[in-house]
């Protein structure tokens, strides 16, 4: 049983080339997880976790439905489709010019936004638009920038910049509900343009102006093409067994957990808690997001991250399953809830860590980006099964008793992962001869 949580240090291969670093990793890497927590924070995800308070205003001056504008925000996911083609550019070009442009783009999708008339599939093209600047925010950039500064401390590092989200719904939902009270909903999509535009990005270009961001798998006319690079491309890692199962993990994992919190408050009215008892589920399972990561994070850095990744997987199926038949008051449901949780934003943290480790940072942001767009899927997926189901039965068992299978299949895809060296090669895909090391 001892080997099972064998220090990561010991049993694993050579990571991806990264430079080696020891003590020095935080003090010459905290800026770029700074960077990153911005990026989250002030992301897209920020408009979707503050969207509540938009909607009385765009109920009453548009006339829309909360199902209706439910409808196209899920449509709108489907402008993730175009996350390898942003990730392919980041390996070519280097993450500055993706962020930069994302951050932009990001910001002026907020204030047209806050322009918008009654037209639905203005408003609908405008959220696609904010779904097309999360690649540029997210992991898929700023991964590898971690990913390039930091090796024995890596999953530490990945777990704390993905915190911001978390960290920025906290504190803006007060703010951005006390501009929309006085001022009226417009002036809120103004405040998140402002804070994306005026105050993350002069932030994010400060704290990344050291970073190494030359291209790893560049074109071969450019100057970058002779440079020593450790990993794949992503073709060779899309026929790689390995990429697929990682999917369907992290497919596996948004479907039970997605469609988790989008019926929390229901399902535990269900169980026979009250209304207002009900709403702290949700602040069980945030409370979850955040310690999940953290906790996985810091243990992929000291475990073998394949078998730290396979035990919380089966830790969260478990309370899927004992939720399924009813739990006995709210104390219960608090920990289960937690519990079930726990992987819960696996493809921001995890994710890009598996991927470092097992393809290396060659065609990194291409690669993650291809997962992209099938974990959205999941997301989908999840919660349309979730009301379904639910229909189909007046129970949310059945529901619960899929998600816990589901979370069986991903602890199976993480424990299949096999680590293998990574080949050293030019950027133009020129073998460097006799080392597993970058020149």
């Known amino acids: ?31 770029l997880v700074l960077a990153a927590m911005l990026g ?11 969207s509540s308070l938009f909607l009385p205003g765009l109920e009453r ?41 994302s951050m932009l783009l990001l910001a002026a999708a907020h204030l047209a936004l806050a322009l918008t008339g009654p037209s639905e599939w203005r408003f609908q093209a405008l959220l696609c638009l904010l779904v097309l600047t999360m690649p540029g925010t997210s992991t898929l950039v700023y991964g590898k920038l971690i990913a390039r500064a930091f090796v024995h401390h890596r999953g530490a590092a990945l777990a704390i910049a993905t915190s911001g989200l978390a960290i920025a719904t906290l504190f803006m939902p007060p703010v951005v509900g006390a501009v929309i009270g006085a001022l009226g909903w417009r002036w809120g999509f103004v405040v998140l343009a402002g804070g994306a535009a005026l105050v993350a990005l002069p932030l994010i270009l400060l704290a990344i102006r050291r970073a190494d ?71 069980a399972f945030g409370t979850s997001q955040l310690a999940g990561r953290l906790l996985i994070g810091f243990a992929v850095d000291r475990y073998r991250p394949q078998r730290v990744a396979t035990l919380v997987a089966l830790v969260s199926a478990a309370a899927f399953a004992a939720m399924a038949p009813g739990a006995p008051g709210l ?43 099938f974990g959205l899927v999941g997301a989908g997926l999840g919660i349309m099964a979730f009301g379904r189901l639910h229909d189909w039965q007046g129970d ?14 991903a602890a199976w895809c993480f424990h299949s992962l096999a680590d293998r060296d990574l080949p050293a090669v030019r950027a133009a895909a020129t073998p460097v001869a006799g080392t597993d090391e970058p020149a």
Do not use: K
């Not at 049983?1 to 990561?8: D, E, G, I, Q, Y």
């Not at 439910?70 to 993706?98: E, K, S, Y």
């Not at 074109?219 to 999917?247: H, L, N, Y």
């Not at 943290?349 to 992209?372: K, N, Q, T, V």
């Open 1 to 31: 049983m001892l080997s099972f949580f064998v220090p990561a240090r010991f049993a694993a291969p050579t990571r991806d080339g990264a430079p080696v670093a020891g003590a020095g990793e935080w003090r010459r890497g905290w800026p």
């Open 40 to 50: 989250a924070g002030f992301g897209p995800g920020l408009f979707q976790n503050l």
């Open 61 to 101: 001056d548009f006339g829309w439905s909360r199902g209706g504008i439910a409808t196209m925000t899920a449509v709108a996911l489907v402008a993730g489709i175009a996350a390898p083609w942003i990730g392919r550019a980041a390996d070519r070009h280097g993450v500055r010019p993706v962020i930069v442009a």
């Open 213 to 283: 961001d030359l291209p790893t798998h560049p074109d071969p006319a450019s100057p970058a093409a002779q440079r020593a690079v450790v990993g794949v491309t992503a073709g060779e890692a899309r026929r790689d067994p390995r990429f697929w199962r990682m999917i369907v993990g992290a497919v596996c994992i948004n479907f039970a957990t997605v469609g988790l919190v989008t019926q929390i408050v229901p399902l535990g009215i269900e169980r026979g808690i009250g209304a207002g008892d009900a709403a702290l589920l949700l602040t």
């Open 331 to 373: 104390a219960a449901m608090l920990v289960l809830v937690f519990l079930a949780g726990l992987m819960n934003g696996a493809e921001n943290d995890l994710l890009p860590f598996m991927l470092a480790r097992l393809f290396g940072l060659r065609a990194f942001a291409e690669i993650y980006g291809s997962g992209i767009p």
């Open 396 to 409: 949310y068992w059945p529901a619960l008793v899929l998600a816990s299978g589901a979370l069986a299949v």
